[in-house]
């Protein structure tokens, strides 16, 4: 059976025209999707059952078993910590929270370590954004800054910027411009008008100084930026000032390089500056596929988009103190829940050392190199292929996913609801 308009439950651009043949319980094809796609759709590495540590064997156990022993976990921790929930759908980020509440727990997602320094930015000045149709139809110059979207974005050029024509650009392989800005050749900068290769760590320099050539104090300039050349940083601002529509995609290259959300907050306020010469937007390159999700619904409900902590009685938010990965280093927390995510491949080694060294709960379909660092992992369904719920695309627009076959494994959500409820059994009104 072929299924259509499939949604992508793997990276933020969550594309939706994606045809997908199902026998059974399996997927045995996959049509419009890039290599990443494949393998979420077409991957074969399913746990089949929660298994539990045993010294240092693992021990396979029922789900009635894990869910209690998981809640017990819970609730014998003085300071737990509820990680990951951005590869996972809205309805058990929202039990998440509501448990992480219960529990006077820290519950952090992956923008800690990645686009954390962004919301922190757009905290301080806003978020001069689109939604990615806006663009696809309208931009005539993009920049990719600090991002390849080739690798890890493979079909957002072709479906929403370069290669895409939109309801304005007939042609849009030749009617739009792209810049691209990075610190190394990429296949992305390969294939630019314009690529301007930076310094590492210079991206905050070079932002200063094309806002000052656009404001008219380009006689401040020196002849050479952050391993740019004066000529190069006025050809690029005559360029953007000279588009109808220009858009910006930023990733991890400037977020995560010297500077943080300082680097982001100076990208906007370039952007500001060039809308009032023309048509600029402004847009981080999310990763995972729910991570906006998990903002927005972190935020609905605390009124903090990540590293909420409860131990107070009230949400409080303070990045640097209440982040996982500081938590952590300080060897702070004394159980911790990884939902929907693989702390262990992208964590500090301190970090993961600590994670091995307490009781560790994983809630995740695959083994992975969290599992290695867990004491107990709980298989579940895998939303998008074998159970349905809500995600946010990168630019902030939500997409219901679907359930392609009926699933014999449980959902993240329903596991949540069985151990919130016997949390909340043994905590009492």
């Known amino acids: 059976m072929k299924v259509e308009d499939v949604i992508c439950p793997f990276c933020g651009c969550l594309c939706d025209d994606l045809v997908v043949e199902v026998e059974g319980e399996r997927v045995i094809g996959v049509e419009n ?5 494949q393998e979420k759709f077409m991957g074969d590495h399913r746990l089949g059952h929660p298994i539990r540590r045993t010294g240092k064997e693992w021990t396979p156990v029922s789900y009635d078993e894990a869910i209690e022993t998981a809640a017990r ?3 014998e921790a ?18 998440g929270v509501h448990l992480a509440e219960l529990l006077g727990a820290v ?3 992956t923008s800690t370590v990645c686009h954390g320094p962004s919301i922190m930015a757009i905290q301080e000045v806003g978020h001069p954004g689109c939604t990615l149709g806006q663009v696809k139809n309208r931009a005539d110059l993009l920049i990719y800054w600090g991002c390849n979207p ?22 849009a392989f030749r009617d739009r411009k792209v810049i691209v800005v990075d610190i190394r050749e990429t296949e992305s900068s390969n294939i630019a008008d314009e690529f301007i290769r930076i310094d590492p760590g210079g991206d ?16 401040l300039v020196p002849a050479s930026v952050s391993g740019v050349s004066r000529e190069q940083l006025f050809r690029v601002a005559d360029l953007c000032k000279a588009a109808r529509f220009g858009a910006i995609f930023f990733g991890l290259g ?44 972190f935020t609905w409900i605390s009124g903090y988009p990540y590293a909420v902590d409860f131990a107070r009685g009230i949400a409080f938010y303070n990045p640097g103190e209440t982040t996982a990965v500081d938590i952590l280093k300080r060897g702070e927390c004394d159980a911790c829940l990884v939902v929907a995510s693989d702390p262990g491949a992208h964590f500090p080694r301190d970090c993961c050392a600590h994670l091995a060294s307490i ?12 599992t290695h660092l867990s004491h107990l992992q709980i298989p579940v369904a895998v939303t998008g292929i074998d159970a349905e719920g809500t995600a946010y695309r990168m630019d902030g627009v939500p997409i219901r996913t679907r359930s392609l076959f009926p699933s014999r494994y449980p959902t993240d959500t329903e596991i949540l609801e069985r151990i919130y409820a016997i949390v909340a059994r043994e905590k009492g009104p």
């Not at 999707?33 to 796609?37: E, I, M, Q, S, Y």
């Not at 370069?162 to 042609?171: I, P, S, V």
């Not at 680097?263 to 500001?272: G, H, M, P, Q, S």
């Open 33 to 37: 999707g890039c290599t990443l796609a």
């Open 107 to 109: 519950i952090d997602n």
């Open 254 to 297: 400037l977020t995560m390089s010297p500077g943080k959300q300082k680097n982001i907050r100076n990208a906007i306020e370039l952007t500001e500056e060039l809308n009032r010469h023309t048509k600029f937007t402004i847009s981080p390159m999310r990763g995972h596929w729910n991570v906006y999700g998990s903002n927005e619904v």
């Open 359 to 370: 009781p560790t709960i994983q809630i995740d379909p695959h083994v992975n190199a969290t």
């Open 204 to 219: 905050y320099e070079v932002l200063s100084a094309l806002r000052a050539i656009v404001r008219g104090k380009g006689a």
């Open 73 to 75: 976990v819970l609730l």
């Open 150 to 171: 080739i690798d890890a974005h493979p079909r957002h050029m072709s479906r929403y910027t370069t290669y895409a024509d939109g309801f304005f650009l007939k042609d």
């Open 78 to 95: 003085d300071r737990p910590l509820l990680y990951g929930w951005s590869g996972t759908q809205g309805e058990a980020q929202s039990v």
